[in-house]
């Protein structure tokens, strides 16, 4: 990589190498190192304990670490570090680096390396980080040279934070650690093979918005780009000035207000009917940040075939996301704020206006699928149905809430049930779909956000992922909510064994649970049971009053309630089954 | 479809894995691949023959341009070019084939740089279809061993391959 290296610093003091890693987070603001110490980070860990530039939580299991970072990030938008130590602190750290790359989160992680003379050694401890780590990582280091450390950590965090963000690694022999240089942090470093598209191709930009324009039945289709890429608010303006329907993706939701009739719900495998109807049926689509993933748009080529004369814009950051899954007519390069902001101006000082009586049908053909009332559960039923849940929870943190998910059944509720108003206050696994990562997102987010309301909803198989870290919220302090729905199943998949396995539930069952009142107790927290439908908002109203309380909230909910709609793997977007099919 | 990729890549530890490890870990072939420094001791360029479709090797190219150490990525069969492979082969040579496999090293413009009493070392230079031909015209069991250094490829013409 080559450098334009500012004048070489004779004045700059001499530090350690780990003085060096602390002093490059202390400039790059960092508040929060999520960590667990081990024999190769020992030189860092020592130069972490006497300073105050940021504080460093001890996780109970280094996956735990990733999380945390990652949800930090999520919230708040920074880049997230983690420390960890070489051999098993790395491969445990790996799972929460994956989940961060596949959701183009940004993370620094810093790992330690046994001495350089001993790599390849197979020495203690030793395994090749880089190695394991880059198809997970946008990119990683190996430092094998403390006069490169400072410059690198400068690398590692421009790369994880511009263009599509993500996790870069850098990996630092111990003796690397020990050695001292001088210290000389740069303000800038320019990378000859990176630099990220941010302006969007203005012709690309007419086009586009000469096609939104003419669009008899337009749909707009937003990813998490949008969240990432800090553009909700000209998207949500953009889709306010058209009056055009919106849909979000998994990652998306936030992005444009749920409470805004223009919100037609979430799409893909668990959309709702007007959202995925109105994707397979529009003629022109406007794609945000989104990249068209077998979850959210099925099988490509129903998708193609079933709709071959919709036309398609397509606004990213990453070149490679355009025109993998399926074909697009205008695409468009570029940082999704900037192009929004681009395509407003070019809107406002429009002369055309989108015709009035097409989108008026348009919107009627919309309400017919929204009368199906896709989202109708029992509200009568004598047991708790997690649907409901939601609802109230909903309800009590009045939509506003940072609320964390663990993966399977209660993620698809959460994101089905809680009206997302503001991006950034969803934090779930949508890529990889890590179960475990609720608890250490939810600290992350009550690390960066104290004085907010942090709600986990989970499962009790999910929750026992990354239990172990609710030892890690007694000692800092964070009185998160855990909203445990626990039906007693590894609930999706009982839901796929029930549709498509018949009804062989296999291993999806979850005997010999821990009683979570007790278990929530032993760690110095709050447990309460629920299994009444009636005590539900009670419970949840007194959790959310123990301000500085963790409160683990054990819900007992129905054992055979399904996610609907479903869209089955391999299927088409319409393909949809409904509750009232069964 | 055939396509050959000029890579210019930082000539960092790891580059070549990176690059690899892209290809393996998305599902595209390599048919051959080739790397060496450049005139700048600072970057290596690769020769990657691939075969896929249009959309497989577009994915290809932004994929390898969103590798941090790659600097710059060019799709040489979009273009006029000239690709060159390397091959060493050892084939029998004794008795009345000696002449016969001297005279066809010749045809195909190869040269016979190491001799026993029973064997040559043939080198020759150019095509894949040509190195395929010449093997194809030798008896298969006078062929010992062969070695191949991939495709190396580049443009026509003025235009180069710069950072």
Redesign the interface.
């Known amino acids: 990589m080559e450098l334009k290296l500012p004048p070489l610093a004779e004045t700059g003091e001499t530090l350690t190498g780990a003085e060096i890693v602390v002093r490059c987070l202390k400039e790059e603001g960092v508040e929060f190192v999520f960590g667990y110490p081990g024999g190769a980070v020992l030189h860092i860990y020592d130069a972490i304990f006497d300073q105050k530039a940021f504080s460093h939580i001890l996780v109970r299991h280094e996956q735990a670490a990733l999380h945390a970072a990652d949800g930090y990030a999520r919230a708040t938008g920074r880049p997230g570090v983690a420390l960890v130590t070489s051999g098993p602190g790395v491969t445990n750290a790996v799972t929460g680096i994956a989940t961060a790359y596949m959701d183009s989160i940004p993370l620094v992680v810093i790992t330690g390396q046994v001495p350089t003379r001993a790599i390849g050694e197979d020495a203690f401890q030793e395994c090749d980080t880089v190695g394991i780590t880059r198809p997970c990582v946008k990119h990683n280091f190996l430092v094998k040279d403390v006069n490169e450390l400072a410059i690198t950590i400068k690398k590692a965090f421009h790369i994880a934070t511009t263009g599509r963000p993500g996790p870069v690694l850098v990996d630092i022999p111990k003796d690397v650690s020990a050695q001292s240089a001088r210290f000389h942090y740069p303000e800038k470093v320019h990378l000859r093979s990176y630099s990220p598209v941010v302006k969007g191709h203005s012709g690309q930009i007419k086009k586009a918005v000469q096609l939104l324009l003419e669009a008899k039945r337009p749909m707009i289709y937003v990813g998490g780009g949008v969240v990432l890429g800090e553009a909700s608010a000209e998207l949500t303006e953009l889709v306010r000035l058209l009056d055009y329907p919106c849909t979000e993706t998994l990652m998306g939701l936030g992005a444009f207000p749920a409470s805004d009739k223009r919100f037609v719900g979430m799409l893909g495998m668990h959309g709702t009917v007007e959202a995925n109807m109105a994707m397979q049926n529009c003629d022109v689509l406007l794609a945000v940040g989104a990249r068209f993933d077998d979850r959210v748009i099925g099988n490509p080529s129903h998708f193609a075939a079933g709709n071959p004369t919709r036309k398609i814009v397509h606004i990213d950051v990453d070149p490679s996301s355009i025109s993998k899954r399926v074909r697009v007519d205008v695409p468009i390069v570029g940082h999704v704020k900037d192009v929004l902001a681009d395509m407003l101006a070019l809107l406002k000082g429009a002369k055309d206006k989108p015709d009035p009586a097409a989108l008026a049908a348009w919107w009627d053909q919309i309400g017919l699928w929204r009368a199906k009332d896709c989202l109708k559960y029992d509200r009568t039923a004598a047991i708790i149905k997690p649907q409901y849940v939601i609802e109230k929870l909903w309800e009590i943190t009045k939509g506003d809430a940072y609320i964390t998910s663990d993966v399977g059944q209660h993620q698809m509720w959460a994101a089905q049930f809680y009206r997302f108003d503001k991006p950034r206050r969803w934090i779930n696994s949508g890529g990889l779909g890590t179960m475990g990562v609720g608890l250490p997102y939810a600290m992350g987010v009550k690390l960066a956000f104290p004085d907010a309301d942090v709600a986990c909803v989970t499962g009790e198989a999910s929750i026992q992922m990354c239990i172990q870290e609710l030892s890690t919220c007694k000692q800092y302090h964070l009185p998160v909510k855990l909203v445990n729905l626990n039906n007693r199943y590894m609930g999706m998949v009982r839901q796929w064994q029930e549709f498509f396995h018949g009804n062989r539930y296999a291993e999806s069952y979850m005997d010999a649970l821990p009683d979570f009142v007790k278990l929530a107790e032993a760690y110095g927290h709050v447990g309460m049971r629920i299994d009444k439908p009636a005590d539900v908002e009670g419970a949840l109203r007194e959790a959310f009053k123990l301000k500085d309380r963790l409160v683990f909230l054990d819900i007992i909910t129905d054992q055979t309630e399904n996610v609907f709609p479903m869209v089955p793997g391999g299927k088409g977007m319409s393909e949809m089954i409904l509750a009232e099919d069964l | 479809m055939r396509h050959i990729l000029s890579i210019l890549?930082?000539n960092?530890?790891?580059a070549l894995?990176?690059v690899s490890?892209l290809f393996s870990?998305r599902g595209y072939n390599i048919e051959s691949l080739t790397v060496a420094p450049t005139e700048d001791a600072?970057m290596s360029r690769m020769t990657i023959v691939t075969t896929g479709s249009d959309?497989i090797v577009?994915?290809i190219t932004?994929?390898l341009?969103?590798l941090?150490?790659?600097?710059k990525v060019v799709d040489l069969s979009e273009g006029r070019h000239i690709e060159r492979e390397l091959m060493l082969v050892k084939v029998r040579a004794a008795g009345k084939d000696r002449e016969e496999m001297k005279r066809t090293a010749d045809i195909f413009r190869g040269r016979i740089i190491d001799v026993t009493d029973k064997s040559y070392t043939i080198e020759l230079t150019g095509t894949t279809d040509k190195l395929d031909a010449f093997l194809e015209a030798l008896d298969k069991g006078a062929i010992l061993e062969t070695v191949r250094t991939g495709v190396s490829g580049i443009g026509r013409g003025e235009w180069v391959l710069k950072?």
């Open positions: 890549v930082e960092e530890a790891g894995s990176r490890g870990a600072t959309e577009e994915q932004k994929q341009n969103k941090v150490d790659v600097v950072a």
